[in-house]
């Protein structure tokens, strides 16, 4: 990874899997979707962090409170949370149970030369992506892709493109110390128009077009 990367990852994680939690407390507390975001900015937990990345968070636990509504969701996982209080793990150990990967969550027509995600942009032809982490700097991510897959580096290739002409995919990036995950939905095809039972067809002919 490039000169610093990891320590600016391993800080965004931790901010951003600590707003996660908050996030979820508040909304099993009953907070209304729509005060989340003034809440979560306006407290410590939301400070240091890209906003779209404090969007991303509350995507995120909506899911993931639309899934657990009751607040029995326990970070870090049951085990590991016995493990802990039985002193079977350390401190240090627990809180790294705890941390997310980091979540970008995708948006078409971002500003910039793509659209698809507001802080990762795609450069496949040197096989790499572009964190754009805080105080302005870029970091480029090396992916080692097998050169076997050729339908997954077509699909990629596709993807990148369609962000730089027609700008409509949103692409969600996550990260951490060991993998990048992109994901992303094929546009949806344009409905067929036309009136059930008739065909249109033209006779190309040097002189004459015939229907």
């Known amino acids: 990874p490039p000169a610093g990367f990891s320590e600016v990852l391993a800080d965004q994680r931790r901010r951003q899997s600590r707003l996660i939690r908050s996030a979820y407390r508040c909304l099993v507390a009953g907070m209304a979707q729509r005060d989340l975001y003034s809440a ?3 407290s410590p937990v939301g400070q240091g962090l890209h906003t779209w990345l404090i969007l991303s968070g509350m995507k995120k636990t909506r899911a993931l409170h ?3 509504p009751e607040g029995k969701v326990i970070f870090g996982g049951r085990r590991s949370f016995l493990d802990r209080a039985q002193g079977r793990i350390s401190r240090e150990e627990w809180r790294a149970k705890r941390l997310m990967a ?3 969550e995708g948006h078409a027509k971002s500003y910039g030369a793509q659209g698809g995600n507001h802080l990762v942009t795609l450069d496949f032809a040197s096989d790499r992506v572009i964190y754009h982490g805080p105080d302005g700097r870029d ?6 892709l097998s050169r076997k897959s050729r339908e997954y580096r077509r699909r990629l290739i596709e993807l990148q493109a369609r962000c730089e002409t027609l700008r409509d995919v949103p692409f969600t990036v996550t990260f951490n110390e060991a993998e990048i995950a ?8 344009p409905a067929a128009c036309g ?8 006779d190309l002919n040097p002189a004459r077009l015939g229907w």
Do not use: T
């Not at 970091?139 to 080692?144: A, D, G, M, T, V």
């Open 40 to 42: 979560l900015r306006a």
């Open 66 to 68: 639309e899934r657990h």
């Open 182 to 189: 992109l994901s992303w939905s094929e546009p949806p095809a």
């Open 195 to 202: 009136i059930a039972g008739r065909v249109l067809a033209l």
């Open 139 to 144: 970091f480029p991510l090396r992916l080692l």
């Open 102 to 104: 980091l979540y970008i």
